[in-house]
């Protein structure tokens, strides 16, 4: 019986009918003072559109950051990139309210609602805003950004994050919340083979902003970072590596982004500085594999531009509805991108057509405030 259903199934593929797709979801946190949540939402294997929505507790609860006039900002109020992240079966977000980190399991058939393991773990700082995972390693590292703002890193285990090592300073003198955007921690990430862990940091607005890239040795982050300060970049916000170790692309919200490399001593440079037209707050990248396509996401502006990784130029924007108004935390995830809006949506586009594909009305769900990071689980099953 089971050749048969073999042959049968063969038979079925050679016919043209599509393979199963896996389950998706899509996930933002909730970064709410009074209890934070990870927000998932289901998405069609058709067409890449979101439903859905349902809250899960982070065991943790939001912070908000402040302007220079000392009030809450409105949004992106965590002055970051990957405030969510997720690996294979495991999702990890920040709890800058309570000073915590919390990892989640994403069950294969259910990652709509992914589980709490163990209990939230203390920071090591103040203000966590920003999370990376190395699956080769199985260390998670969180980037705090408040009064006390350092690295801290973990052994990602069954039963939940345990310390691995002590929490390793960074250079700016803080407030609890932090006082931004600049001065403020932008993004924390691994590069593709893992050997290092990339830390991103805005200057002051009159000087260079920081690159602290840190070796990884025998499982183990070391403590002592090479540290680049590359005259270019004075507010450097969210990092994409470009498919290896040495090729990366950066947001600045001054002009742009720009293109940077890393040598083999993690000393990072500018290799091309792009200009935007019509810049006004670009502050996160994104990055599709499949396309060798990097995209620049703006906070005032509707459109996204989209660059070609090889040639480093703007090859061409992703227009958006006006009444989006502009574009904050993003994921890729097989060929759509996904933003979160400045308006109470999300939006959907698909990256092959070049074409919006849905905004997804986020209107009477919670506070548009609270909304930071994005995620995405899934993909095509072969």
Known sequence: MKNVLQILGLTTLAAGAAVPAAE????????????????????????????????????????????????????????????????????????????????????????????????PVPSGGDFPMSIAYSPRHRLACVANSGAKNNVQCY????????????????????????????????????????????????????GAGYIYAYPVSHGKVQPSPRVSRPAALGLNFGL??????????IADPGFGGAFVDFDCNLGASVSKVINITGNAATCWTQYSADLHTAYLLDAATTN??????????????LASPAATAGKFDAAVGDEYLYTLDASDS?????????????????????????????????????
């Open 304 to 317: 996204i531009a989209v660059l070609d990784a090889a040639s480093m130029e703007v090859k061409s924007t």
């Open 155 to 206: 052994d990602v285990t069954a039963a939940g994050l345990r310390p691995s090592g002590e929490p390793m300073p960074l250079p700016l003198n803080q407030t609890t919340p932090p006082a931004g955007p600049p001065s403020t921690v932008s993004d924390i990430l691994f590069n593709p083979s893992q050997s290092a862990l990339i830390v991103t940091i805005k200057g002051s607005g009159t």
């Open 24 to 119: 998706r979801a899509l996930y933002f946190l909730e970064n709410n003072p009074s209890g934070a949540n990870i927000v998932s939402l289901k998405i069609s294997s058709r067409d890449g559109s979101l439903s859905d929505p349902t809250r899960i507790s982070t065991g943790g609860s939001g912070l908000v950051g402040v302007g220079n006039t000392g009030a809450a900002v409105m949004m992106d109020t965590l002055f970051s990139q990957d405030a969510v992240v997720v690996s294979g079966s495991h999702l990890f977000t920040v709890n800058p309210g309570t000073n915590t980190v919390s990892l989640f399991s994403i069950p294969k058939h259910d990652p709509w609602h992914p589980q709490l393991v163990g209990s």
């Open 346 to 382: 999300i939006s959907v586009y698909s990256l092959k057509e070049s074409t919006a594909v849905q905004t997804f009305n986020l209107t009477g769900f919670g506070n548009r405030q609270f909304y930071q990071g994005m995620a995405f689980y899934g993909g095509r099953v072969y």
């Open 240 to 249: 994409s590596f470009l498919g290896s170790d040495s090729k990366a692309i």
